[in-house]
């Protein structure tokens, strides 16, 4: 509690060993592992997946197409990715459901409407300069999805079909 002339009563290694145990409980809350003494076990692992289902849900909003493509695992595959991988600085969800894309890239293969939501995400997050990204697609036909987001103008998109070799 801070003193008169704005000094505090609090003892540096009070402070420091505060400061541990807010590490612990934070921790505890959003990767799962063990809180600080004195803390209820049940109640903070109850709260941290309540805060890992928060941000899910933020995400699923943010990127429906990976939510649907991903269907009823949704929530077990993202509880395991925010356990390793803390929210984006930050703390929007779109950028959030990017980095959770990008780590399900090696594990399954993304259809091509997540394909597509991700390139526009990553034109959205894109504040400054120009932003210029392409995504092969398959179906109907495979075909090249340009986006290019340019300051003050917006962003354009254009399908470019594959050219079948000319057989002569």
């Known amino acids: 509690m801070p003193c008169a002339g704005g000094a505090s009563s609090v003892s540096e290694p009070d402070r420091t060993a505060y400061a541990a145990r807010q590490a612990q409980l934070l921790d505890a809350l959003l990767r799962g592992s063990e809180p600080p003494a004195g ?59 990017l980095a959770f894309a990008r780590s399900l890239r090696h594990v399954t293969p993304l259809d091509d409407d997540v394909r597509v939501e991700l390139l526009l995400a990553r034109a959205a997050l894109r504040r400054h300069g120009v932003f210029a990204g392409a995504a092969w697609l398959r179906r109907p036909r495979r075909r090249l999805l340009v986006v290019v987001r340019l300051p003050g103008l917006g962003t354009v998109h254009r399908s470019v079909p594959r050219r079948r070799p000319r057989r002569d």
């Open 39 to 97: 803390f209820d076990a049940a109640h903070a692992g109850a709260a941290g997946s309540s805060l890992r289902r928060k941000r899910g849900r933020a995400v699923a909003q943010a990127c429906p197409a990976l939510a649907l493509e991903l269907g009823d695992g949704f929530g077990a595959c993202f509880d395991a990715y925010a356990r390793a991988n803390d929210a984006p600085a930050s703390g929007a969800p779109l950028e959030d459901g």
